[in-house]
């Protein structure tokens, strides 16, 4: 029954922004929540993180600066908004929880089946 959703997706032309949303259900017992995303033919890549105490905040470092994660009160939908986006950031984006303050995917125990984002030049 442990159910995490995607959603916010889409085309969009360089330059311009998305807003993803990861809905969390069921009983899941986790510390930390991030997005990952695989670009077409490359391994997954951790994206952005935080805790839920909303510390704990890490990025990639090719997204500092145009990505921000957050969280809403209840705990149980996290986001990621996307700013001045590149087709370089074209790629299935997911969302994961999992151990506190990691940046790899196998310390992530649940994910969701994932959210297209491509950038068009």
């Known amino acids: 029954q442990v159910q995490l959703v995607e959603s916010g997706g889409g085309l969009v032309q360089v330059g311009g922004s998305l807003r993803l949303s990861c809905t969390l259900s069921?009983?899941?017992?986790?510390?930390?929540e991030a997005w990952f995303r695989q670009p077409p033919g490359k391994e997954r890549e951790f994206v952005a993180g935080i805790a839920l105490n909303g510390l704990g905040v890490l990025y990639r470092d090719s997204v500092k600066g145009r990505f921000t994660i957050s969280r809403d009160n209840a705990r149980t939908t996290i986001y990621l908004l996307m700013d001045s986006l590149e087709p370089k950031d074209t790629a299935v984006y997911y969302c994961?929880?999992?151990?506190?303050?990691?940046?790899?995917?196998?310390?992530?125990?649940?994910w969701g089946q994932g959210t297209q984002v491509t950038v068009s030049s």
């Open positions: 069921g009983r899941i017992d986790w510390n930390y």
């Open positions: 994961a929880v999992g151990k506190a303050g990691s940046t790899r995917a196998s310390d992530y125990d649940y």
